[in-house]
């Protein structure tokens, strides 16, 4: 089927018992059962829940993958993958990611004998050398909030010709851009709190897999830990992917359109998006994805521009997520990465002065002159 059709309908089939179009809401903690042993495939919500299940395998065909695991949240779902490494192992991780994936494995996944480097991964031609031997190799493409981009098909040779696994968080694309299990990639992780959802309404992960072999792991982990996707959430999450089709063009044009206003703003010092063929990234992107997406981050110099320009804003909502229909700016250095110390955060290039914006599908005149108020206050 059609990415779209897949959207709308992978995964989902009208309910037995009332023949209701839209899969419902199974709010349950536990299943009848007709004896010792004999059950109609759900004993225990923690284990199975039909909500949870139909969105699984409509994520897992949106990113064309065998199946896939939700959890509580992203970081829940990050958390759930690197359980496949184990005590002793080696992972690498592209620098600059998002800051909770930064704490998750340097303040508690590294207190079980699990060594992480943190490596540039956007020149792929000389990755290999400097990497040395790892278990997993775990990348963001773009990365939060910098837009550095990492060659997918080159980086999964890389890890499979020493047996490692190639996990890539593909957030900020959406499989509607970007589908990194058909570039090589092992396992790809989304906060489905963001485009997949879409609404600002959900917190939630996923981990899509192509190795039936992983997809049996997680899903003991996802039991055995308990990290579940609520029903609610699950509903709440196929509702958005039903539209994913849909608001990824509009997300894109409108990031298009406020990246090229940026680009041109005298206050602004530098302009971080993979749409512009100037970006040391573009080509690579252009490559692997069907589109640049609507995360941008731009430069103000230092906190002081930054904090008159959120504060004058009106339109764009200061606030520490993505994906949402409505337009989100952010301040990296005290919100996303407040966890990195100030000299690991020069180390990267994540200045006082850097914001990064989430671009809604509003009216983008609108979120322009929005955007040009703000920048008056600067």
């Known amino acids: 089927m059609g990415f779209s ?12 018992s009332t023949g209701a179009i839209i899969t419902p809401i199974y709010q349950t903690s536990t299943y009848v059962q007709e004896g010792i ?3 109609k495939g759900y004993e225990y919500a923690r284990t199975q829940n039909p909500t949870r299940r139909a969105l699984e395998k409509n994520l897992a065909a949106l990113e064309r993958g065998s199946d896939a ?3 509580a949240s992203g970081m829940a779902a990050t958390q759930a993958v690197l359980t496949l490494v184990q005590q002793g192992q080696r992972v690498v991780v592209s620098d600059n990611v998002y800051g909770g994936t930064w704490r998750l494995f340097t303040k508690i996944l590294s207190r079980y004998g699990v060594q992480f480097e943190f490596l540039d991964a956007s020149d792929a031609a000389g990755f290999e050398k400097r990497a040395g031997q790892f278990a997993m190799l775990w990348i963001e493409t773009p990365t939060n909030p910098l837009m550095k981009v990492c060659d997918i098909g080159a980086l999964a040779q890389v890890a499979h010709r020493q047996g490692a696994v190639l996990v890539v968080d593909n957030t900020f694309m959406s499989p509607f851009f970007q589908r990194p299990l058909e570039l090589g990639a092992d396992i790809v992780v989304h906060s489905t709190t963001k ?33 579940i996707l609520s029903p609610f959430d699950s509903w709440l999450v196929l509702r958005g992917t039903k539209t994913l089709a849909l608001r990824m063009p509009r997300h894109e044009e409108n990031g298009r359109a406020v990246a090229q206003f940026l680009r041109g703003q005298p206050k602004v010092r530098a302009v971080y998006w993979p749409g512009f063929a100037d970006h040391p990234g573009h080509e690579v992107h252009r490559r692997q994805a069907s589109g640049f997406g609507a995360l941008i981050s731009f430069d103000l110099g230092d906190r002081a521009a930054a904090d008159r320009l959120l504060r004058a804003l009106k339109l764009c909502s200061l606030g520490e997520s993505l994906g949402g229909v409505e337009t989100l700016i952010s301040h990296p250095a005290t919100m996303t990465h407040a966890g990195y110390s100030q ?10 002065g850097l914001a990064r914006i989430s671009v809604g599908c509003e009216d983008q005149d ?13």
Not at 5 to 16: L, R, S, Y
Not at 205 to 213: F, L, T, Y
Not at 343 to 352: F, Q
């Open 5 to 16: 059709t897949d959207c709308i309908h992978a995964g989902q089939e009208p309910d037995p």
């Open 37 to 39: 042993g004999k059950h």
């Open 366 to 378: 609108d979120l322009i002159a929005d955007l040009r108020g703000g920048l008056l206050a600067v």
């Open 343 to 352: 000299a690991e955060r020069d180390a990267l290039g994540i200045g006082d």
């Open 195 to 227: 485009f997949l959802n879409g609404h600002s309404d959900s917190v939630g992960g996923v981990a899509v897999v192509r190795s039936e072999g992983h997809a049996e792991w997680l899903r003991y982990v996802q039991n055995a830990a308990g990290a």
């Open 69 to 71: 695991c939700c959890y």
